[in-house]
Structures are given as structure tokens and as C-alpha cells.
């Protein structure tokens, strides 16, 4: 799978000799302290080549885009997408200057869709919602990267994924990400929480969903769906 | 009649040619300021490598035999890698005269499934709160502490980790395959080093929770004036342990340091040279435009030591003018080297790069001080042997 777009920034500079020797003796140096088990800490396929192909079997390539909200709009953008959302961005991670990777998918010259994932604090852990779009935005592929809860198993089972499918953000601007409810009763009441007793983990993932969907709105679809927004 | 002193007629004779004394100047100022800047480097660096080793809470790491790079070992094998060593040997170690402070560390390793797709591996470091945090006194906090009890379910996340689990003060955690809750209590700041990527608890509870009594490793600050070679030498006695220390890194460090300082001196020498070049130009120009005057100077009964005297303080108000103008910009540009050199060098420690200090200030311009007497003295020698006839001669015939 060929990819025909580099990411623009977050770019290391390549390590000299000087750094490398450097950067091995601090290493070595507190490597017993603990051990660097964690990559970089962002919401990226893990491993793209193979997850575009997955989601989208039929795409020939994909692009790879790093945006984010300060570089895009700053304050005004956040408290607009924080509108959107129903909910203020919250804590110490979820900040306007996190930086999104959005990927293009393509079939030749043609667009056909889009993946892009979200972090989001769960009860014990951190969530990394994925959602494979069609050009329109309505969901074709929902899953988790990564998930801390006790409830995990449920949660990635493929039945409560697939009932993400067919929805977009006109659907989920009904839902109240706070309350946690649906007004009026729709699509998204209908999605079932596989664990009662992992209510603020299932909160999270339509949460999770929501902001992903909203982002992906602002960031490639030009919008398309504000107009669905009431504010 | 107001008398003129010496000093006051070479000011005047240099002021004479404005343009020039100016750019002369402006030589040794630059030779000056690169001088000051080089060696304020130099110190800068030095001092804040040292800060960064010493932030690192200790020199030497006392690990099971067999298991010499944990981390390495944990990427290729899991948890199936870690060699345990005696919670004595902790205690023996500790005793030893050459001993600053120990701290005892348990690495635990479980397997997450629900981490990425096809799972992945957390560890857990269990350390000492009452040694630990002392010893690691430079790790700065973003939000929170380290946990107070020995055996409390509370965690401190490296950043990295924090920001991966979106976890924050107060949060709870959950440790895969054992099912047991933490209460976050502290998240470190960026650190750039493998304390971003970990999981700190208190070590009796990593003990009680995974059951396992032993250690991984034990962590050693050594005295200042400990030989450390020795030190090393004596650890290896120890049963079935390995040791690490920064006495290769911190040697390979200061190899670096000592190179640079040797390029630097070298750069500082032929900005000196340059300059001193510069100068006994500039002078030895002025003193043959000067022939007559000095040939009447003579004549009405200067001596050859007063004409010395009178070129070889020009040489030195240039010199010294130059070298309060050069300390200066280095001093006011110190902040905007820092950070030029800090994006020219492939690595650089997280203190000051530049320091310069009084000492420095005082040993520049002591440096400048006597490059200009020894300017001055073949300029100040040509004009002192000039002959009054021949100066006046020679006038006469151009």
C-alpha cells in the first residue's frame, strides 16, 4: 500500500552520533528505573498499512494528515467544537493543541472514506476509539484500539461495534454526552451498553464517538454536517 | 597653562582617525566576545551535563546476573526475562562506606490484551517511598506526589503513560491479569527519558500484589568522593549480581567535553591572533603616518621611552576598549547563543548552555589587556627608535 502524503509536522531530527551516544548513556543510565514499554503518545493506527487495508479493503492508498485545534482556530475553535460536543474539553490531556491524525482513504484519485480515533478517559484507563467514515461521514467500521475497563471483552466484541454502523454526526448531535441521553429517543439509545455495570465506560465511548465524528466534520468535511447542528 | 598627561594624548591621537580606531575596536570586541562566548560555553555545558547526571538520582545500578538490560529484555522475552535478586543485598550494599543512599526496585511486567489490537505488555516499577523519591528528587510533578505508605494501592504515572491512559490525579487504575484498583496520587512532567513510560508503586505493594518477594535491582547514589572504579569493583563481589554504572557514561561524557574544550581553545586562540594582527596594523599604520611628528616630539625633547610609552597606550586603550565592548555582547547575547547553539547541537543538557560568570569576565579582559601590551610593543619600539633628522628628512623628500 503505497502512501502518497507525509506527515507535516511532529518531525524528529534524525540523531547525529554525538546525540545517539548521548541519548545511549542516558538510557543506560536509568534504564533500571523503569522500562519505555509506551510509544508516543498520540491517536495513530497502529499500524496503518495494515488497519487502512482492513477497513477498507477495496483503497489503493491512504494520506496521512496531523491537525490540530490550536493550529486551526485556537480558543474560538475549541469553544466552538466544545459547543458542538454538549461538553467542555477536560483535564490535563484533552487540550486544544492535541494533535489529531486523520487518515485519507483513496481508490485511485477518489476519496472513498476516512479513519480517524480519539482518546478518551474510561473509568480505569484510557480508550482509543477508531471510526472508519465514508465520504459523507456516516460510520462504516467502529472499534477500539485500546481499552482499559473491566468490561473489556464486551466492549470489543464485534456485536457492539456493529451497532455504530450507518450512523454520523446528525445522529449523535441528539445525544447529550453529559446525561447521557438521546433527545428525542433514536439511533444512538438504541446502541447497547454490553456491561450495566460499565455505564461510565460505555458514557465514554459515545463520547469518544461524538468528539471523533465532530473533529472529523470540522477537519475534512468542511463541515458538512453543522448544519444539522442546533445549538 | 592646563598640563596634558600621556593619556590624554594617546586618546587624542586616536580619535584622530575615528574610522579606524573604531573598527579596531570592533576587532578585538568581536575577538573578545567569541572568547567570552566560547569559554562561557564551554563551562555552561560542562556544568549542566553534570546537573543532568546528577539529576539522575543515582550512578550505579545493581541488577540479577543474567539480566543485564531490562528493558531490552523485556522487549524481546515479556515478563519472562526478569531475573530477582536478594532484598539483602540490598542491606549489604547499603552498608558499605561508599554509599550515599540505596533505593530497592521490583519491576513487574503483565500482558494487557486490550492494549492496541493485538495486546501489549505494562510494567509496573515498585520502588521504595521512603528512598526513592529522594534520591530522585529532580523528577518534577505535573499535578500530585509521591505516595506516603509503603504498602498503599496508589500510583505515580510517567507522563507519557499518564497521557496514554488519560489518567490524572485521582484517578483509579486497573492492573491487567491481577484485577487490582490503584488510586493515582501523582503525574510526573515530561521527563524525555524512560521515567515518561512508567508506572510507579510503592514496592512492598508490587511485592504483595504479584507476589513476589525479591528485587530487580537496586539503585545506588555513591559518595562524591567514593572511587567509584573501586566501588565497582568491590559490588562484583556480590553473589550472582551484575552492576551497571555511570562511570563509562559519565567518562565518555567528559571525553566529549574535553574535545570540545581543546576545538574551542583552539578557536579562541586564532580569534586572538586575528585580532592582534589587526591591532599591530592598525598601529604600526598610525605610528609611520605620525613620522614627523614624532621626529618633532623627539626633537623637542621627548625621549624614546616617553614615544613608547605614548604608542603602546593607544595599543592598550584600543585593546581595552575592545574587550569591555566584546564582554559586554557576550554577556547581553548570552541568552540568544544559548538557544542558537541549542538548535545547532544534535544534544544538549536541559540547564544553561552559557555561563559566564565574573571570573570569566575578569580573565577575558586580562587576556585582552595583555595581547594588546604585546601588540604594542613592535609598533611602540618603531617609534621609539625613529630618529628626529630622519623623520624630518624623509617629509621633506615625499
Known sequence: ?231 | MKKITVFEVAYKNLLRKKTRSLLTVLGIAMAAWVLVSLFGFNQGYEASLNKDIDNLGFQMLVVAKGCPYEAATLMLKGGTGLKYMDPAIAEAVAAEPEVDGVTPMLMQVVFDPNKGETGGIAAFLGVDPASYPKLKSALPFKAGGWFKEPEALEAVFGYEVAELEQREVGDLYLIPEQEVEVKVVGVLERTGTQDDGTIFLPLRSVQKVFGVQELTSIGIKVRKDANMKAFEDKLYKLPDVQVVSLTQVKTTIMTLVSTARVMVFSIAVIAILIAMMGVVNTVLMSVMERRQEIGILKSMGALAGDVFKLVWLETVILCISGGLIGTGLALVTARLTDVLVRNLLPYSPSGGLVAIDVGLVLVTLGVVTAVGLASGVYPSWKAARMRPLDTIRSEEQS
Open chain 1, 1 to 231: 500500500m503505497s502512501q502518497d502524503h507525509r506527515p507535516e509536522p511532529v518531525r524528529p531530527r534524525g540523531p547525529g552520533p554525538k546525540k545517539a551516544l548521548l541519548l545511549a548513556a542516558a538510557g543506560l543510565a536509568v534504564f533500571a528505573a523503569a522500562v519505555a514499554l509506551y510509544a508516543a503518545v498520540g491517536c495513530d493506527l497502529n499500524d496503518p498499512d495494515r488497519d487502512v487495508k482492513r477497513l477498507f479493503p477495496e483503497s489503493t492508498g491512504y494520506k496521512t494528515l496531523y491537525v490540530s485545534i490550536a493550529k486551526r482556530g485556537g480558543e474560538d475553535l475549541l469553544r466552538k467544537i466544545e459547543a458542538r460536543l454538549g461538553d467542555a474539553f477536560k483535564g490535563l490531556f484533552e487540550t486544544a493543541d492535541v494533535p489529531y491524525t486523520m487518515y485519507e482513504i483513496h481508490k485511485g484519485a477518489d476519496v472513498i472514506g476516512y479513519i480517524h480515533g480519539t482518546n478518551q478517559k474510561g473509568t480505569y484507563g484510557g480508550l482509543q476509539v477508531f471510526l472508519a467514515l465514508d465520504p459523507d461521514g456516516v460510520i462504516r467500521g467502529f472499534y477500539f484500539q485500546k481499552l482499559t475497563s473491566r468490561a473489556a471483552k464486551a466492549f470489543r466484541a464485534l456485536a457492539f461495534g456493529e451497532q455504530f454502523r450507518g450512523l454520523s454526526l446528525e445522529d449523535f448531535y441528539r445525544y447529550d454526552v453529559v446525561t447521557g441521553q438521546e433527545d428525542p429517543p433514536g439511533p444512538i439509545s438504541r446502541i447497547k451498553n454490553p456491561d450495566p455495570g460499565s455505564e461510565a465506560d460505555f458514557r465514554a465511548a459515545l463520547r469518544a464517538t461524538k468528539k471523533n465524528l465532530i473533529l472529523v466534520d470540522e477537519f475534512l468535511l468542511g463541515n458538512a454536517h453543522l448544519k444539522f447542528f442546533k445549538g
